[in-house]
Structure formats: C-alpha cells, structure tokens
C-alpha cells in the first residue's frame, strides 16, 4: 500500500450495536474497492476484521481491527469497533483514532442501546457522524422506521442522502436524493444508474426538497438563494453537505445491505468524497498517540497509532511523553486484519502500528524531544464486575501475575486488585463476557490457567456492650517459664472510628516494659478474627491491671495474656456483625425508575433520592450491602434493556441483620 498525502487519508469508525453487520459491511467496504477478492463470512469466521479465535467462536467482535483500503486516489482506513457493551473502551480508541464515525443500524432492530451509547461517545468528542441503515433485504426491514427513531434520538440533524427502492427480499438499490436518480444492483459490487422509479416519484420529490432545505440551512448565502427559488447545484449542495458534516450539524443517512453489496460502493464513495480528512500539519515534528495494544506472546507488543503530525519514518526515535524514556520505531508496518506490511514512512493523519517498544501502550504519546504537541489521555471505562482467580496450579502461579500485566497491557479496560483483608485476586471487567474473554486469552496466548471462586466480602466484627476479663497465660517446661497477667476492658465506640488503647496500669502491676506487648497482642488478635472470624473493629482496650513475675514473665507471655483476655472479654460484650455498605448511584431509563428502585430495596437497599437528569433519564441514589451487588451490572442489564449504568463506592460498615449472620458465618467456616 502506497503512502498518501493527509488530504487523502479519510479515518472511519464503524460503531453501532452488536449484530447491526458493522464486520460484514467492513468485509464488503473491502472487497468493493478490490482489497479482497471475496468476502468472508462470520459464521466461517474468515472475515478479515474477526481473526481472534473468541471472536470466530463467539461470532462476536470483541476489540477493534483494522480494515485499510484504497479507492479513487484516497486511502480510507476503516476502524471495525466492537457493538457489545463489555467492549465499550476500544469503541472510545477507535472514535478517538477516527474522524468520521459511520453508525451503523439495523433496519430491523433499528436504534439499540450500543447506538445511542456509540453515539454519544462520538458527541463527546466532536466527531462528525452518519449513518448506515443495513440490513434492508431482510424480512421486518424499514427505513421509515429506522429513520424516525433516529430523528426521535438524535435529532433534527438527522438528513437522508438516499432511498430503498423495494422491501425485505425484494430490496434491490437506492435512491440518490440530491441527484434524483436511482442505482439498481444486480448482484455485482456496483449499481446501474438509471430514472426514479414512477412509483415512488412522489415519496422522492418530498424527501428530496426537506434535504436540500437541512443542507442549506446552515449556509447563508444557499438559504437565501433556496429561498428566492432559485436552483442549486448538485455539486454546490455536496460541498455544502460536506461542510454540514465535518461541522457536526449534519448527520447523513445513507442505506443499503452490506451481504447483497446494495449501497456499498456508494458508501464508499462518500467516505472519500465527503469524508473529513484529518486536520493535522504535515510540517511539524512528528509526534503519534496510541490507541490500541495488541500482546502476542511471541511477538510482544504491537501498538496500533495515529499520526498526530509530521511524518514519521522506519526508525525514528520519539520519546514517551508517560515515561521521559527513548523509543525507536524500527518495525512499522500497516495492518489489515491481522495481516501486516511493513512500510517506511506515515504520513500525518495516518494510522499504523509498530512491534517491540520499550514501555509503550495504551493512550501513550510520542513524540520528538521538546516538541509542543498533546494529546487527551485515553481513559478506560470504569469496571462494572469483579471475579476471584487463583492459579490452578504451582506453575500457572509462577507465571500469572506476568501474564495479567501483559493482558492489563492489551485490554486497559481491565482491573487487577489483590485484597488484603480475603486474601484474594479480583480480576475486574466490563461484564461476564469481557472477563470471561479475559480468562480465555490467558490461557491460549500465556498458557496460564486459573480457577474462579465466590468474592468474600471483607465483613468485620465488633461489640455493642463493655465488658472485663482477665487473660492469664502461663506455662512451665522447664527452666524459665511463661508468666503474664493483664486485665483488660473493652468498650464499644463510634462506628468508624478504629481502635484505641489505654494504659491504665498503676504501682508496675505490669512493667512499663511489657505494655507495648499488651497492646500488640490485642491488635494481633482482632486482626485475626473475633467469634465469626472477620477483623474487629470499632473497639476502645483499657489495660487496667495485671500480673508479673519477675523472672518468667516476657514478651510473649504478655502478648498471649492480651490475646487470651481480649477473646473472653469480647465474648461477654455483645458481639456483632458488620457488612460493607456501598453508595450506588444508577442512571437509568425514567421508564425503569420503578424495577430499579423495587430491585434495591429487595437487596435490602436504602433509596437515598432519585432525580431527573434529562434525556428521559433518572438518577438513582441509594445505600446497599455491598455482598447485594457483586453482580448488580447483570441486574441492572437485564432490568433496562443495556441502558443502565451505575457507579459504586464504599460507603460505611452497619451491623448484618439477625436472621443473616448464622448464613454468612456458616459460608465463612465452608
């Protein structure tokens, strides 16, 4: 593949929702501009931008490829992201690379969730949008349909540049309503153009002057003309329409069927036509932010880029602005699916990769030494759901903290913490898929496997009532024994508020010496567990007395003392369990207000407000034993169809009710 100039470089981004067709239309955009000589198909799973082995098992896209191609001078590299919600973070890295995002919609399901979602990162970002209805030969099929939900989400921008000339099965070309011609197609990948069909004649004159009346409206000059009635070229309402794109004000929406290549090459053609190229200077010292991380285990780090500015060449040597450390770019290459060409130069705007950085990865930015260039930080979406792993074996252990850096180092999106309190590694996700996915790549490319088990929530115990005992710890085996005696008070105090000692020794009934080993043994004891085993906290130990003697009295005796009178006297005070409690706030639809608010008060939740937020959306926000929503992001899934989302943070710790603690003790012992 030859370099371009930046001027004929067009960036795209093909989002939606997934099983809207965006690989099979990626597949088509190919083999129409003659990059493939066939198309794949996902169901083989031979398609260029599906090449992992869990997205040909699953049929699903699960991260963003690469599909470059070459058309009219111009080179459109196209950006195939994933339409599930487990994989929202490369849906950001790819609009974040692009500067176009063509959504694409189903004609049947019409708008979904991961739409608007696709959609509104776009907004974010400024990126200019259109749309392609797919799917049009299929039975249900409608692009009235479709476009009126379009128009009812997105707005009045919304503006069709064509029409289906027939329905479902019978689908068989569009219309071009700026050219008022029909393009038929006849199996091949290019349509005859030929006159409107008289049945629709009607239909098209109507559609046809409401879009003339969107192009011009945000051209004074046009609007004035439009208005005296006088008439407007084609290629003067093109170039308007290209303004109107690049400027966010417009959203074309162009249709067709990516399997029966129905409107492919003229979505083609449009992205080069009217596709914005990228707004960079070629002139400045080069710089590239990366978007992407892709881990082979033999390979190492492939890290996909775009051309911020200048041009970079085959072993430039840029400098990580994350690191302050050199990096040599020795092995540049294009990439098309999983297939790679090495290349010498990209130009700015372009899109490439390079193998075998130092320290380079996801959302980095290179650049010359100096060079007065930034970049966004690409920030991962926060994670959702958390799993417990442990290695399955001695070996997989040894290997397994690597393998996960490496996996962090792929998939931003995923969260790795170890919990001191259970002892255990929780691997965090977008969603059962997304971690599930995880899990899968670990072994087949790190050849580490791992087990999953039930998260323990860090429960803690402490006391409602003061009580006293004495500890009294003593042993002879001979020579000197073990001899100590301390008498300790426990008191109950404000929640949150940890652990307090107090030496109330007086007239050296316990040597000054030894009360540091009071003190410890108490602390080491409520560490380790109270009568149901979870960490005590919320406690005021007063050392009052005690005994000594004088020559088997040490340390250690003191220390079991402690341990031994704490135990008894925390026995006698009214112990009680204490659960965590998260501050969940839940943005859902206004029409799931009700399920939402049912489900958190049957998780024992405390509904703290709720309010409207727009956009027909309502904010949640409640108080909730955190052990209720270890998967709340399946329920809350469920319950609004995917367009729920909420945020948790740990809140304070409240005594577990009566009737659940014998439960949650009996789980603690198994």
């Known amino acids: 593949m030859k370099t371009y100039p930046t001027d004929r ?116 970002l400024n990126l200019p949008r259109i749309v392609f209805v797919n799917k049009l030969d299929r039975e249900r099929a409608s692009f009235e349909r479709t476009v009126d939900a379009l128009k009812e989400r997105f707005g009045a921008g919304i503006a069709p540049l064509e029409l289906p000339v027939g329905e479902e099965a019978d689908f068989r070309g569009v219309v071009d309503l700026l050219r008022d011609r029909a393009v038929l197609y006849d199996g091949g990948t290019t349509g005859t153009e030929g ?31 439009y208005l005296a009635d006088e008439a407007i070229g084609t290629d003067e309402l093109a170039g308007a329409l290209a303004r109107g794109v ?14 029966k290549l129905v409107g492919v090459d003229r979505l083609a053609r449009f992205l080069v036509e009217e596709g914005p190229a990228p707004d960079t200077s070629a002139d400045a010292d080069p710089a590239a932010f990366v978007f992407k991380t892709v881990v082979d285990p033999y390979v190492g780090r492939v890290n996909l880029f775009r051309v911020l500015q200048g041009t970079i060449h085959h072993d430039d040597v840029l400098v990580n602005a994350r690191t302050v450390a050199d990096e040599r770019l020795h092995q540049l290459t294009t990439l098309r699916g999983k297939e790679q060409e090495p ?14 950085l130092a320290d380079t990865t996801t959302g980095d930015l290179l650049a ?54 259970t002892h255990q590694t929780l691997l965090h996700g977008m969603g059962e898929t997304h971690v599930s996915i995880a899990l899968e790549r670990l072994a087949r490319k790190f050849g580490v496997e791992v087990d999953t088990e039930e998260i323990r929530v860090p429960y803690r115990e402490t006391i409602t009532a003061a009580a006293e005992a004495e ?97 008894e006297a925390m026995a006698k005070a009214g112990p009680i369990l ?45 108080q909730v034993p955190t052990s209720e929503i270890l998967r709340y992001e399946i329920d809350l899934r469920s319950m609004t169809g995917g367009r729920g989302r909420f945020r948790a943070t740990h809140s304070h710790y409240d005594p577990v009710p009566s009737h659940l603690v014998d439960r949650i003790a009996a789980a603690s012992e198994g």
């Open 343 to 356: 290349v010498t130069e990209v130009p700015a705007g372009d899109i490439a990769a390079v193998a075998k």
């Open 471 to 567: 500890g009294k710890y003593k042993k002879q085996t001979g020579g000197h024994g073990q001899f100590g005696v301390a008498f300790l008070r426990l008191e109950p105090t404000e929640r949150g508020s940890g652990f307090t000692f107090v030496d109330e020794i007086v007239g050296g009934a316990i040597p000054r010496q030894f009360i540091p080993a009071v003190e410890k043994g108490v602390m080491e004891t409520m560490e380790q567990g109270g009568v149901h085993g979870y960490p005590v906290v919320d406690v005021r130990v007063t050392c009052f007395d005690g005994k000594y003697h004088s020559v088997d009295s040490s340390e250690m005796s003191f220390k079991m003392a402690a341990s031994i009178g704490f135990k």
């Open 246 to 259: 690049a400027e966010g004000s417009v959203y074309p929406v162009l249709c067709g069927s990516a399997t």
């Open 368 to 421: 010359r030494r100096g060079a007065d260039v930034e970049a966004v930080p690409l920030a991962a979406p926060e994670p959702v759901l958390a799993v417990a792993i442990r290695a399955r074996s001695k070996h997989d252990e040894d290997k397994l903290a690597n393998a996960l850096h490496r996996l962090q180092d792929e998939d931003p999106a995923l969260r790795l913490e170890r919990n001191p309190e």
């Open 195 to 225: 006159p409107v069909p008289d049945d629709m004649a009607t239909e098209e004159h109507a559609v046809h002057d409401a879009l003339v009346e969107g192009i011009v409206v945000a051209d004074d000059d046009l609007m004035e003309r």
């Open 9 to 124: 470089i067009r960036n795209v981004a093909l989002v939606g929702h997934g099983g809207a067709g965006k690989t099979t239309l990626a597949e088509a955009l190919l083999h129409v501009a003659g990059a493939i000589p066939r198309m794949g198909r996902i169901e083989d799973g031979t398609t260029v931008c599906d090449f992992d082995p869990e997205e040909q098992r699953r049929r699903i896209s699960v991260s963003l490829a690469l599909a470059p191609f070459e058309l009219y001078g111009h080179k459109v590299n196209v950006i195939d992201a994933p339409g599930y919600a487990d994989f929202v973070g490369d849906v950001t890295a790819a609009l974040r690379a692009a500067d176009l995002a063509v959504v694409v919609v189903s004609a049947v399901e019409g708008v979904e969730v991961q739409t608007e979602v696709a959609w509104r990162i776009a907004e974010d």
């Open 578 to 622: 204490l659960e965590p409690i998260s501050e969940l706030v839940v943005t859902a639809p206004e029409a799931n207000q009700g399920d939402v608010m049912g489900d958190l008060n049957a998780k024992r939740g405390r509904i703290q407000g709720s309010a409207s937020i727009g956009g027909g959306e309502v904010e949640i926000t409640a």
